[in-house]
């Protein structure tokens, strides 16, 4: 006896159904993941960035004293313009050492990073090629990934 075709696609419409409800909400939950990841970056960063600003007028006037300072005491043995020229120098050398530094440390930053490794890790799952299951005559079969056969019953139910 023949299954009647409209219980096998309402139960292929009911799986493809589900199929498609389940990726909407993984896709969901990805882009909810992926935007409070980025709040807290943003966050965090921004926390950062403040209490650089709060600090810099205090280093820089004790700075530019100690400058001050220095060429004062090489200015004996070398002249005003060679102290200052030293000096100068020197806050050269360590600003480019500091600023290379600094790039170094936001290249290697790893913006949302959770995100990635979820999404790449959701890829891979919906990408990989699942084994073909042997189907019984007049049955829908299906395999989840540990294996396990769900088998729909003859009247569709």
Request: aromatic content about 6%; overall charge positive; charged content about 20%.
């Amino acid at each position: 006896m023949h299954v009647g075709s409209e219980q096998t696609d309402r139960g292929v419409a009911a799986l493809v159904g589900r199929m498609a409800d389940g990726f909407s909400r993984l896709v969901t939950q990805h882009l909810q993941l992926a935007r409070v990841e980025l709040a807290e970056d943003a966050k965090a960063m921004g926390l950062d960035v403040a209490s650089i600003a709060v600090f810099v007028p205090f280093l820089l006037v004790g700075y530019a004293f100690i400058c001050g300072a220095l060429a004062a005491v090489l200015a004996p043995w070398t002249g005003w313009a060679g102290a200052l020229a030293i000096v100068g120098s020197a806050n050269l050398v360590g600003g480019g050492l500091g600023i290379l530094r600094a790039v170094k440390r936001m290249k290697s930053r790893q913006m949302m990073d959770d995100s990635v490794s979820e999404l790449s890790r959701s890829m891979a799952v919906l990408t990989t090629a699942q084994p073909r299951v042997a189907a019984t005559p007049g049955v829908n079969t299906l395999k989840d990934t540990t294996g396990m056969a769900f088998k729909e019953p003859r009247d569709g139910r």
